[in-house]
């Protein structure tokens, strides 16, 4: 049965821990990423959580717990992951863009690393040889995603080394000797066609016969989940399936199995989280009913900086008959979380929740406008714990320097 915190329950986190609120269901995680094992169980595949959708420490202690791995976007995440107790065998970096410093001290912790640019690629072959084995970053060439922001893989985007300089990454490898453990794609998030997997694995396996250490394939992420009814989710039995087909039509050269590695972040904890506002004040206009809550795009940017999609519920009254709302933050520019949607009847100190809230949510979070982030709250076992006290105004002023 899928894990889902009702109502009532979050009312209460509401009130007792107050809003703005980001509340995650621990149970939800696991169910997300038993899915991910279940459909993929005896295809030799791992998971590392892509742990910049959701860092707090206590997320990552238990993602640990579950036995996944973690894919890492900065050297800050290596740390909290190595905080966390996740061994280093099981932490990968991957970089883009990053300074060599960076690649040195994440090889001096220990920890997988993917290069993304020939540059770095030369520096850690002319520092370390074969002495390390080391993952490439590709990028396939491939258009997909939700949309631009978070597509990765096509011709025109920052990362990953292109394909088409292949024979650049080859010479760089024949010159230093270099051990090539893995090669990466990641074409972008909210995938929902697993054909897009595929043509990745397609470009790959024109690659793999060349490199003659290789152990492992990284997809990436990018699993598309449901934010709303009807919403369309990437297939996971049918991804299972669909890989499982694509390695068998492609026998390995050296006769050695490939491990296949994907990261997703999204898909562990999206659904596990629940944002929670209070309503300030209503507005009647001409236009539009505004409903402003007690919160902005400073806690949750996705609707104004993607077009993101998040239900919203009045949790307060649930039986309030249907009206349409533009739902709207507190920040002095636009800040819409919703432009035209339809919510039982909306009354000043309602509590409003909205779904799909644990990725790039609180994560995403500033200090704009110098208001507090939120406070986080982890329902596991039943059990509510706050495991981030919301801001206070010595925050405001921690690091600056009066003169
Ligand atoms: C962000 C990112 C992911 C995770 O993307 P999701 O859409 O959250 O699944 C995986 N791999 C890399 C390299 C990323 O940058």
């Not at 970096?93 to 993917?114: C, R």
């Not at 002319?126 to 490439?136: D, L, M, T």
């Not at 795009?297 to 009206?323: Q, V």
């Amino acid at each position: 049965m899928s894990q889902q915190l009702t109502p009532e329950y979050l009312i209460n986190l509401g009130q007792q821990f107050g809003t703005p609120l980001y509340v995650y269901h621990a149970e939800k995680i696991r169910e997300q990423y038993q899915r991910l094992t279940t459909a993929f169980q005896g295809s030799n595949t791992v998971f590392f959580y892509a742990c910049k959708a959701l860092t707090n420490i206590n997320i990552l202690k238990y993602v640990c717990g579950l036995g996944a791995n973690v894919d890492c976007s900065s050297i800050n995440e290596v740390r909290l992951a190595l905080h966390a107790g996740f061994p280093k065998e099981r932490i990968l970096y991957t970089s883009n863009g990053i300074a060599f410093d960076e690649i040195a001290e994440a090889k001096d912790l220990g920890v997988i690393i993917n290069i993304d640019s020939l540059s770095n690629l030369e520096k850690f072959g002319n520092k370390y040889g074969h002495s390390y084995p080391v993952g490439i970053r590709l990028r396939p060439n491939i258009m997909a995603g939700g949309n631009l922001k978070i597509s990765t893989g096509h011709d025109k985007s920052k990362f990953g080394i292109p394909v088409d300089q292949a024979d650049q990454i080859l010479q760089l490898v024949d010159k230093y000797n270099l051990h090539i453990a893995d090669l990466h794609i990641h074409t972008g998030s909210e995938i929902k066609d697993v054909d897009v997997f595929v043509k990745g694995i397609e470009i790959l396996f024109d690659l793999i016969p060349k490199f003659k250490e290789l152990k492992f394939i990284d997809l990436g992420g990018g699993f598309k989940v449901p934010y709303k009814e009807g919403d369309a989710e990437t297939n996971i039995s049918l991804l299972a399936k669909t890989v499982a087909d694509a390695f068998a039509n492609h026998p390995n050269p050296g006769g050695r199995p490939l491990q296949v590695w994907f990261e997703p972040g999204k898909f562990l904890v999206s659904e596990c989280g629940y944002f929670i506002t209070k309503v300030n004040v209503l507005k009647d206009t001409a236009a539009a009913t505004f409903v402003s809550v007690d919160s902005g795009f400073n806690h949750l940017i996705r609707p104004m900086f993607y077009d993101a999609y998040h239900r919203i519920e009045n949790i307060s009254n649930p039986n309030g008959t249907p009206k349409r709302y533009s739902v709207v933050g507190n920040i002095c520019e636009t800040d819409t979380f919703a432009w035209d949607r339809t919510i039982n009847e909306v009354r000043e100190g309602d509590y409003l929740v909205f779904y799909n809230a644990g990725a790039y949510g609180f994560e995403m979070s500033s200090n704009f406008n110098s208001r507090y982030k939120p406070a986080e709250v982890l329902v596991s076992g039943g059990q509510a714990h706050l495991i981030r006290r919301r801001d206070r105004f010595e925050d405001l002023l921690r690091n600056q320097i009066e003169l």
